[in-house]
């Protein structure tokens, strides 16, 4: 009779950490996933992501020992490697948004010179043009009397 016991409380706890481990990747798979979604946006605004691919690189890396881990049925490594990749993209959300902000407020004073400083060359020309002219007409005239 105990070893019935005993032996379905083993089948449980084998269940209960396979079930745990199954979690831990899921949850570190989709956190992969949407910083790969925030990197891709702040790379479109601009940012320089070099350093938060090698990050997310690093967390994929883990999270496919955790996957390697579940399928060698090691499902304890599992749970730790699925938990370092989650803890590798700590803040990671923030630091995407922050260079994604930064990268946009550059771009928008990137513009704004180019317009402005257009403007002022095209100003520039065609008010020297007309200093010039100006100038040519009253040496002309000067000539002419």
């Not at 083993?10 to 949850?27: G, H, K, L, Q, S």
């Amino acid at each position: 009779m105990f070893f019935v016991i005993s032996h379905f409380s083993c089948v449980f706890a084998v269940d209960d950490d396979e079930m745990n481990a199954r979690t831990a990747i899921a949850n570190s798979e989709n956190e992969v996933l949407s910083c790969y979604g925030v990197v891709a946006d702040a790379s479109k605004a601009g940012a320089d992501v070099a350093d938060l691919l090698n990050i997310l690189n690093e967390a994929g890396m883990l999270l496919s020992r955790a996957k390697l881990a579940y399928a060698m049925g090691d499902f304890g490594s599992a749970v730790t490697f699925a938990n370092q990749s989650m803890l590798e993209l700590n803040g990671f959300i923030t630091e995407a948004d922050a260079l994604k902000k930064t990268a946009l407020q550059q771009g928008y004073l990137d513009f704004m010179i180019n317009v402005v400083g257009s403007v002022i060359g095209a100003v520039a020309v065609i008010c020297g043009g007309f200093a010039i002219w100006f100038l040519s007409k009253k040496r002309e005239e000067r000539r002419s009397a």
